[in-house]
């Protein structure tokens, strides 16, 4: 396959590979804390930025060394992921069922801008951008666990060293690109949805459990590997 067509075709793939289930169902998790269509298009490229950087570092270092990550590897990253799902969704669901207080809300100003968000949505700034610290580290953990996969992938659809690291940065982007649109698409109705408190608690809770089933239905299986 030439390096156009390659490159190309990894692009793609990342689009189809943002749209996984349990990547779906973390990010449901974390859109919950969005506020406006904006902030959850943010929420899902800042989980991408996290996914692209453990794929393509990984990546790079394996396919550098002219090797494969062990089975062993993968099994005990998919393990991570269905913890990770497990804590999304079990914070969820704790959330639900609590009552809403003044305090749950903080508002504080920074870059010239005053903004409100809950306590769960912890974030750092870095100059004029919050960086969400959450997505980001479920990107991270999505990125180890699709890694050995990429690699594998690169591999049998390139030839040499450049063609396969342009063809996983591609294929980091297309699936940060993908749930960024996602996200954004998804957090215009959520958004209005959760500023009524009669639903949000259920759409948090449904949300919530729909993470946690999967969890156990991702990590089920692979206990006994």
Known sequence: ?????????????????????????????????????????????????????????????????QATLPQLWSTRAELVVAAMLLLLGGMNVYRALQRPTASDAASHRHAGVTHTHGPATTHVHVRDFAVGLRPLSVGLV???????????LAMSHTQGMAPRLLYMVLFGL?????????????????????????????????????????GVAWGWPLLGV
């Open 142 to 152: 999505h990125g180890l666990a699709g890694s050995g996969a990429l690699t594998a």
């Open 1 to 65: 396959m030439g390096p156009i067509t390659g490159s190309l075709l990894g692009l793609l793939m990342g689009v189809r590979h943002a749209l996984e289930p349990d990547h779906l169902a973390a990010v449901s998790t974390l859109l919950t804390d969005a506020r406006t269509t904006r902030r959850s298009a943010l929420l899902g490229a800042w989980w991408g930025m996290g996914h692209t950087v453990a794929l393509v570092s990984v990546g790079a270092v394996v396919t550098a060394l």
């Open 174 to 214: 297309g699936s940060m690109a993908g749930m960024t649109v996602l996200a954004g698409v998804l957090g215009g109705p959520l958004t209005a949805l959760m500023q009524k408190p009669r639903v949000r608690p259920v759409l948090m809770g449904m949300t919530g459990v729909l993470s946690m089933g999967l």
